[in-house]
Antibody, heavy 123, light 108 residues
Framework: EVQLVESGGGLVKPGGSLRLSCAASGFTLSTYSMNWVRQAPGKGLEWVSSISSRTTYIYYGDSVKGRFTISRDNAKNSLYLQMNSLRAEDTAVYYC????????????????WGQGTLVTVSS | SYVLTQPPSVSVAPGKTARITCGGNNIGSNSVHWYQQQPGQAPVLVIYYDSDRPSGIPERFSGSNSGNTATLTISRVEAGDEADYYCQVWDSSSDHWVFGGGTKLTVL
């Protein structure tokens, strides 16, 4: 069974940093692209970042580019999101999602999602 | 940037058919995916590549995509279908994933 478990969320002050992790199990992580999607309280889904299976291709949404860094460690079955210079508008539940394809940016779908981790940016 | 437009809400009586639209410029030339999100839950894929259905998703869920509109159709709607629904496409011109704003389906 495919499982994705996010961790690392919490309360952080504006300008601070946080690193999210996503532990994958039930499949071979190195075979798939992975994604981060967030959802602010009471709002819709917003794509954050995608990384291809071998880290060849990385993409970021406009609102996080230059502040967030996606990475992965296939040997540890883990996906990461380093978030720097956090702002109040980054407050959201962050989901990791497995792509259906190895190559990011090919239009594959997000076949499996974790339950999310809440990030709150507030002073 | 590419924009996907969904109606904020759709209401339907039990047993009837619900249609949720997703509008975008020439969206018919893109592959559209649809997700269902129950309150407090993570999204679940219900339709991919316009009209394919993942295993475990009832046949009542179907999709189509042509011209400037993609449509998620839910036949014989049940109370358990009440949820938020999101469409998604990959915008190759910007190398960005785009989600629609979401549609809240209410079962009357």
């Amino acid at each position: 069974e495919v499982q994705l478990v996010e961790s690392g969320g919490g309360l952080v002050k504006p300008g601070g940093s946080l690193r999210l992790s996503c532990a994958a199990s039930g499949f071979t992580l190195s075979t798939y692209s992975m994604n981060w999607v967030r959802q602010a309280p009471g709002k819709g889904l917003e794509w954050v970042s995608s990384i291809s299976s071998r880290t060849t291709y990385i993409y970021y949404g406009d609102s996080v580019k230059g502040r967030f860094t996606i990475s992965r460690d296939n040997a540890k079955n883990s996906l990461y999101l380093q978030m720097n210079s956090l702002r109040a508008e980054d407050t959201a539940v962050y989901y990791c999602a497995r792509d259906s394809e190895a190559a990011a940016g090919t239009g594959g779908h997000f076949s499996h999602w974790g339950q999310g981790t809440l990030v709150t940016v507030s002073s | 940037s590419y924009v996907l437009t969904q109606p904020p809400s759709v209401s339907v009586a039990p047993g009837k058919t619900a249609r949720i639209t997703c509008g975008g410029n020439n969206i018919g030339s893109n592959s559209v995916h649809w997700y269902q999100q129950q309150p407090g839950q993570a999204p679940v894929l219900v339709i991919y590549y316009d009209s394919d259905r993942p295993s475990g998703i009832p046949e009542r869920f179907s999709g189509s995509n042509s011209g400037n509109t993609a449509t998620l159709t839910i036949s014989r709607v049940e109370a358990g279908d009440e949820a938020d629904y999101y469409c998604q496409v990959w915008d190759s011109s910007s190398d960005h994933w785009v989600f629609g704003g979401g549609t809240k389906l209410t079962v009357l």
